[in-house]
């Protein structure tokens, strides 16, 4: 095991192969777009249609499993495990939390379609006729299906897969370490290589494609409000100042800059709200939500699998480019924003993850979508023909068309135009951040990577939506991420099915725990008494670990080596902790490892307890699943291997529960350990 003090172990650094793999797929794919711009709008175009006629039927099936499962195990009993150890508990509050990942999981795309999509649908619907009764009542629970639990069902997934294998299991914050459970060590060699390099590709291309969009809206907003011409060179301008402040914010890091925006721009467009709210038909509004909440839990199922097999082309067509189009998004957007999330969730438990990622960002969408979109169509139905148009032909300009029938239009559209901006900044931040997580070798996962990296992804985040305006190549973007989201698709299964049997492999340890009786002495109740009562100061901690800890557990070691095991203790020391950790650990081959580690805690001494001292020391023990809470001050030599030896026990009783099954259990590396560092490479 690596000590922490090794500043070569320790040194967070460039993944070669990963980084310069993935700029080599950039640039091919630039080149390619920019010098045969017509040519790859064709070939993207026949792509998408391709996709569409031939695999629709499978994105459909696939959003839907995607969702199903991250319900089903979040509901389940490994639905309180924790995304982390066990004793770790969330880095964020709720709020700041629920702020982050809807600026990243949505972002500037909301302004885009807010009143634009449920209008297509209302004045260009399949199978129903233009601006029908029918068509109407589907118009907003459409929307509510493109922008619902289904594509957050990904992301959750994503998220989900990466902050359990990280954090609870300290493999690196990257999509190879996902299909750990598939491949074992393998993840670290090619195969994984190729899965993060695809993920990075994918990232950049699907925030590319939304940053041109979003500068498409801005420079109309700019126009509208100061005559701000409409052109390239603006829009090139708009991106560099756009991409000086989102380097700004994340070199600051998640704690503060990414956070901050996140929170402000939720004030924003929660004001926004309200004020459409209040200055609109309140009481219709309010009415038209529920149903349309209703309507969309209604139909849900059925819109799900809705394929049009029994429609005609031009429903085909629309299928296509609306619900393909938005799953095939998704996906590609899964490796940034589940990376993001994942880096913003450790420490809560998987039910408390999937609830609130698919809850909390669930109930602005409907209120959002709703509201806006029944005010757009109710002045659509009262004359403004102008708004209907703009929505189906030049869907950027629709919002502020819309804000100019309301008052203080002068106020409204600045506050848009600033919510682009931030929106804008915070996925190119956020992107960023999560690129220059994919492309390095963190040897802590709770690290983000090197200032200078964040700078350099975002850059070429600017960079390729400059070069992709000035080539025109962003229709043929828009169908190239669609693409290439069907073979991620794929590698999303492998994600599920490593995700389920790793969360298998912990339950049936927790099994093996109850199974398991604690052997000891605990006829002794007086000495149990002083453990309980104990607050040990440095000396006496100090002298457990020198007279009881460290030759008990190299006793277990030595005995176990005798026995043709292959066991280590190790000692490190680590920054602000008073005394060393120590370690046992145990290896198999292609199982887990059982590790038994304790660490020393600085603790205020809690009222209730007759001492006067106001710090003690703990020392607690920690297994791969993190604390057992258990305090090991004032243990003697033979307790100390009573209890390990407890634990070994049931380590082993529950690699005999797995194998019972059929299958053994994989080989999860410990939350304590790291790979080794040809591992890495």
Not at 10 to 39: C, K, N, W
Not at 361 to 390: H, K, R, Y
Request: hydrophobic fraction near 50%.
């Amino acid at each position: 095991m690596p000590h922490l003090d090794d500043a070569a172990a320790s040194r967070d650094r460039l993944h070669p192969i990963v980084f310069h793999g993935s700029l080599a797929g950039i640039v091919v794919f630039l080149i390619y777009t920019m010098t045969f711009t017509e040519q790859a709008g064709t070939l993207f175009d026949a792509g998408l249609n391709w996709v569409n006629s031939t695999f629709g039927w499978y994105y459909m099936l696939a959003a839907v499993a995607y969702l199903v499962f991250v319900v089903v195990i979040s509901l389940s009993r490994v639905g309180n495990i924790r995304l982390g150890p066990d004793d770790s508990r969330p880095e964020f509050s709720t709020l700041s939390w629920a702020s982050m990942l809807f600026a990243a999981g949505i972002g500037i795309d909301l302004l885009f379609f807010c009143v634009a999509e449920p209008l297509s649908h209302y004045l260009a619907p399949p199978e129903l006729a233009p601006e029908s009764h029918a068509a109407l009542r589907q118009a907003v629970p459409q929307t509510f299906l493109h922008w619902g639990l289904t594509g957050w069902g990904m992301y959750v997934l994503m998220g989900m897969a990466l902050a359990y294998f990280s954090y609870r299991h300290r493999l690196p914050l990257a999509i190879r370490s996902a299909l750990y459970p598939l491949l074992g060590r393998r993840i670290y060699g090619p195969i994984g290589n190729a899965v993060d390099i695809t993920a990075v590709i994918s990232t950049v291309f699907g925030i590319a494609t939304s940053l041109g969009i979003g500068v498409i809206q801005l420079n109309y907003g700019l126009n509208f409000m100061f005559g701000v011409p409409e052109s390239l060179s603006t829009q090139v301008i708009l991106i560099v100042l756009v991409v000086v402040l989102a380097t700004i914010s994340v070199v600051t890091g998640v704690e503060k800059g990414i956070r901050r925006l996140s929170e402000f721009n939720m004030l924003l467009a929660a004001g926004l709200l309200l004020f459409v709210l209040f200055q609109g038909q309140t009481l219709a509004l309010l009415n038209a939500l529920v149903i349309n909440i209703g309507d969309y839990l209604s139909s849900f199922v059925a819109k799900s699998f809705d394929t049009y097999a029994f429609a005609g082309d031009e429903a085909q067509q629309w299928k296509g480019w609306w619900t393909i189009f938005f799953w095939g998004w998704w996906i590609a957007w899964t490796p940034f924003v589940g990376l993001f999330l994942a880096r913003i969730s450790r420490g809560r438990t998987i039910r408390q993850f999937a609830m609130g990622a698919l809850l909390i960002p669930l109930a602005f969408m409907m209120a959002w979508m709703s509201i806006f979109g029944n005010s757009g169509i109710d002045m659509v139905t009262n004359g403004l023909t102008e708004l209907g148009e703009q929505a189906l032909a030049t869907p950027q300009t629709t919002i502020y068309t819309f804000l100019e029938q309301y008052p203080y239009i002068g106020i409204t559209a600045s506050v848009v135009t600033l919510l682009g901006v931030v929106f804008f900044v915070t996925s190119a931040d956020s992107g960023a951040l999560v690129l220059a997580n994919f492309t390095s070798i963190l040897r802590d996962v709770n690290h983000d990577a090197p200032i200078p990296l964040r700078i350099l992804w975002s850059a070429v985040i600017g960079l390729i939506t400059v070069a992709l305006l000035m080539a025109g190549g962003l229709n043929a973007l828009q169908s190239a991420v669609v693409i290439m989201a069907l073979p991620f698709s794929l590698v999303m299964f492998a994600i599920m099915f490593g995700l389920h049997r790793a969360l298998r492999t912990e339950k049936d340890k927790a099994d093996a725990r109850r199974l398991v009786a604690a052997t000891g002495d605990a006829g002794n109740w007086k000495e149990r008494l002083d453990h309980a009562l104990d607050t040990s100061n440095r000396a006496g901690a100090a002298a457990t670990i020198q007279h009881a800890l460290r030759p008990a557990l190299q006793q277990f070691v030595d005995e176990l080596t005798s026995r043709g095991q292959i066991a280590s203790l190790s000692e490190e020391q680590v920054e602000d902790e008073p005394l060393p950790r120590l370690t046992l650990q145990v290896d198999f081959e292609d199982v887990q490892s059982f590790v038994y580690q304790v660490r020393p805690h600085r603790m205020r001494t809690p009222s209730f307890l007759p001492v006067d001292d106001d710090y003690y020391l703990r020392l607690d023990v920690h297994l791969a699943e993190g604390s057992l809470g258990q305090n090991l001050n004032g243990y003697s030599r033979g307790q100390v291997i009573d209890d390990v030896l407890g634990e070994y026990e049931r380590h082993l009783q529950f690699l005999a529960l797995t194998r019972g099954e059929g299958a053994p259990a994989p080989a999860m590396p410990g939350s304590i350990g790291e790979p080794p560092e040809s591992a890495t490479m």
